[in-house]
Nanobody, 116 residues
Framework: QVQLVDPGGGLVQPGGLLRLPCAAS????????YGWYRQAPGKQRKLVPT????????YTADSVKGRSTISRDNAKNTLYLQMNSLKPEDTAVYSC?????????WGRGTRVTVSS
């Protein structure tokens, strides 16, 4: 059974930093590419960054360029999203994603609120 577990959100002050994990199970983690998405209140879900099988990033949204890092630990079957210099507009539900044989799988999502 494919599972993506992405806890780790919460309240963060503007200018702060967050690091979100996404633990994967039920499939071969190392051979797939992944993405992080976020959905702000009242808005559509949008892709944030993606990571290739080799660990490189193939896409980063303009809104987070220079502030986000996506990484993976194949030994731990875990994907990470780190963001710094957080802004109130980064407030959203963040979800990790993998596409397996043309089927999208999602984590449940974790809410991040950037506020003082």
């Amino acid at each position: 059974q494919v599972q993506l577990v992405d806890p780790g959100g919460g309240l963060v002050q503007p200018g702060g930093l967050l690091r979100l994990p996404c633990a994967a199970s039920g499939f071969t983690f190392s051979i797939n590419a992944y993405g992080w998405y976020r959905q702000a209140p009242g808005k559509q879900r949008k892709l944030v960054p993606t990571v290739t099988t080799g660990g490189g990033s193939t896409y980063t949204a303009d809104s987070v360029k220079g502030r986000s890092t996506i990484s993976r630990d194949n030994a731990k079957n875990t994907l990470y999203l780190q963001m710094n210099s957080l802004k109130p507009e980064d407030t959203a539900v963040y979800s990790c994603n993998v596409k397996l044989v043309a089927v999208n799988f999602w984590g449940r999502g974790t809410r991040v609120t950037v506020s003082s």
